[in-house]
T-cell receptor, first 113, second 111 residues
């Protein structure tokens, strides 16, 4: 089954404590991205990756890091989380060929206190 | 700047009562317009891609249409299981990497 898997699904942490949200896809997609979803603001892109070792900033990259060492994995790193990073996070992957369909993970609800 | 506006924010329908959701967009050259469905606590699920004005796509009770400035998602004779948030997104010719999303329309279909 084609899927994007995020972990954890729920996370409560304290300000300043480094955390990583993992994302893995099994469709051999080149393109992967991270979004955050906030009420009234919709989905906003944080970072994206066109392929292994190729990453770039989206619209709201401040306070986040990513890496793409393997094609299937695209972890999101918050080195010093702050309360304004409390949000619902989604990882997505997409083929760079003719099929435009983006597959999303189930989401990670992060609360920073 | 590319922008997507969806209306209404929320819509309540009776089962069988057809209606339409609107997605207005401004983009520097449209590569594609996408519709997604999102259920509470889940990730968006792909529905349709539209590429050019006049194009239409259908799936069960849903039909998406596209003009040069907006897209409509028509829901014919909805059922309670159609209740969800419907998201519209655009991709510009200048950027494969980016989908710009609207804030969605929350649809509730009552039996």
């Amino acid at each position: 089954e084609a899927q994007v898997t995020q972990n954890p699904r729920y996370l409560i942490t304290v300000t300043g404590k480094k955390l990583t949200v993992t994302c893995s896809q099994n469709m051999n997609h080149e393109y992967m991205s991270w979004y955050r979803q906030d009420p009234g603001l919709g989905l906003r892109q944080i970072y994206y990756s066109m392929n292994v070792e190729v990453t770039d900033k989206g619209d709201v990259p401040e306070g986040y890091k990513v890496s793409r060492k393997e094609k299937r994995n695209f972890p999101l790193i918050l080195e010093s989380p702050s309360p304004n990073q409390t949000s619902l996070y989604f990882c997505a992957s997409r083929d760079t060929g003719g099929n435009p369909e983006a597959f999303f993970g189930q989401g990670t609800r992060l609360t920073v206190v | 700047e590319d922008q997507v506006t969806q209306s209404p924010e929320a819509l309540r329908l009776q089962e069988g009562e057809s209606s339409s959701l609107n997605c207005s967009y401004t983009v520097s050259g449209l590569r594609g317009l996408f519709w997604y469905r999102q259920d509470p606590g889940k990730g968006p699920e792909f529905l349709f891609t539209l590429y050019s004005a006049g194009e239409e796509k259908e799936k069960e009770r849903l039909k998406a249409t596209l003009t040069k400035k907006e897209s409509f998602l028509h829901i014919t004779a909805p059922k309670p299981e159609d209740s969800a948030t419907y998201l519209c997104a655009v991709q510009a010719n200048t950027g494969f990497q980016k989908l710009v999303f609207g804030t969605g329309t929350r649809l509730l279909v009552s039996p």
